[in-house]
């Protein structure tokens, strides 16, 4: 079992930036593909980025590419979403992740979920 805790969310002028955060129980934290997805009002929830086991692998969303940054630290079981230049398109709900396979895109591919953070961009 794993439990996944979101924080860092908030509200951000266009253009600002934000890192996310995702707290991870458990001692098996490193066998874990992790993930970040988000969910805007009335539309389905998209794959944002992932990064392996180890941090040595990562793939982002086009949406996303360029912007933002995922990266993990295994001996605290955290992981992290660096969100550069947010767009007024970027408000969501961001969830957090973790599967057993590495550059997953679909939500059924994860198998834990944290209960995510608001990510609110004015413009």
């Known amino acids: 079992q794993v439990q996944l805790v979101e924080s860092g969310g908030g509200l951000v002028q266009a253009g600002g930036s934000l890192r996310l955060t995702c707290a991870a129980s458990g001692r098996t934290f490193s066998t874990y593909a992790m993930g970040w997805f988000r969910q805007a009002p009335g539309k389905e929830r998209e794959f944002v980025a992932t990064?392996?086991?180890?941090?040595?692998?990562?793939y982002y969303a086009d949406s996303v590419k360029g912007r933002s940054t995922i990266s993990r630290d295994n001996a605290k079981n955290l992981v992290y979403l660096q969100m550069n230049s947010l767009k007024p398109e970027d408000t969501a709900v961001y969830y957090c992740?973790?599967?057993?396979?590495?550059?997953?895109?679909?939500?059924?591919?994860?198998?834990?979920w944290g209960q995510g953070t608001q990510v609110t961009v004015s413009s």
């Open positions: 992740a973790a599967g057993p396979v590495f550059g997953r895109r679909r939500s059924t591919d994860y198998d834990y």
């Open positions: 990064i392996s086991g180890f941090g040595s692998r990562t």
